[in-house]
């Protein structure tokens, strides 16, 4: 069984056990393996962004260098200068209408805040529900806030300090620290 893997690998199992018997790099990842014959011999190849590699027993192409990709992002966007951060934001959408205000308690705003070392940073509960800011590697929390409460954090370091909502895990933030 062959396919083209998302790492630009070209691979070949073994269809009775499942395990991966062969593969090559291709440098990008390629379309879905087909096979042919030509003079007796048979070929598997794949399409790829830059051309299409034949591959038949015994052949001697090298291998290309594997894709780099670049390291995920997961907070995009500029941060927001400010020591001040809500729990819920105000969302606009126009409609038939006109304009149409709703608040989604599922967005910290801003959802990247900077800072100096040594500032305490503010996240105020303005929405209906309770939320827990906790460090995504556990080592601070703000402690539960109910709704109008105010919980601080005082970072003494410059760095990323991701962060999310205990109660809605899926919502998080980050704040960066400058020296
Ligand atoms: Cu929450």
Known sequence: MFRSAP??????????????????????????????EVDGEQYVAAIAPAGVWAFKLGGTIAQAAAPTRPPPEPFPGQPTDTTQIETA??????GFTGFHY????????????RVKKGTQVTWRNNGLMVHTIVAQDGSWTTGTLNPADVGGVA????????YFCKEHPWVVGQVVVTD
């Open 155 to 162: 970072f003494d370091k410059p760095g990323s300090y991701p």
């Open 102 to 113: 709703m608040t989604d308690e599922y967005a910290f705003s801003p959802f990247r805040a």
């Open 89 to 94: 934001s105000l969302v606009r959408d126009t």
């Open 7 to 36: 790492d630009g690998n070209v691979q070949a199992y073994d269809a009775k056990t499942g395990n991966l018997v062969w593969q090559f790099q291709i440098g990008a990842a390629g379309g879905p393996p087909f096979s042919y």
